[in-house]
């Protein structure tokens, strides 16, 4: 099962974060919703600070860029094998030096690629 890492998770049930946790396990993605504060999406447990998380198959961005500066070099520790950068989540320094440490950055929608059954595929048209 591979391990999908959704930053910016968070427990109102319109936001999209949210959505994406929920449709994730759906799909039978491992997911790791990491947020503000502690509370549930249905089974998944949103973690608060920064876990140390191995074998990430893809991180799901959801953080303005204001948000995303300030823990980037932990989102970068986690060696991810790719970043999908969700629409409003664009933030070309991190996107900038994930590429030079080797990891695929993708600007899509994280409900949008799993609809479309293109979330395991290359999405050449989407990388950065």
Do not use: H
């Not at 391990?3 to 491992?30: C, F, H, N, Q, T």
């Not at 303005?64 to 070309?92: C, F, H, W």
């Not at 990891?103 to 999405?123: A, H, P, Q």
């Amino acid at each position: 099962m591979k391990k999908v890492v959704v930053i910016g998770a968070s427990p109102k049930e319109w936001r999209y974060s949210y959505k994406a946790v929920r449709m994730l396990s759906d799909y039978d993605y491992e997911v790791i919703a990491l947020g503000r504060t502690r509370e549930k999406i249905e089974s998944t447990v949103i973690q608060t600070g920064k876990p140390e998380i191995d074998n990430i198959f893809t991180i799901s961005l959801y953080l303005n860029i204001e948000n995303s500066t300030k823990i980037m070099d932990y989102i970068l520790s986690l060696k991810p094998q790719r970043i999908v950068i969700n629409p409003g989540a664009e933030n070309p320094q991190l996107e900038m030096e994930a590429q030079d440490k080797g990891i695929e950055v993708i600007r899509g929608c994280t409900l949008v690629m799993l609809s479309t059954g293109t979330f395991e595929k290359e999405t050449s048209t989407n990388k950065v």
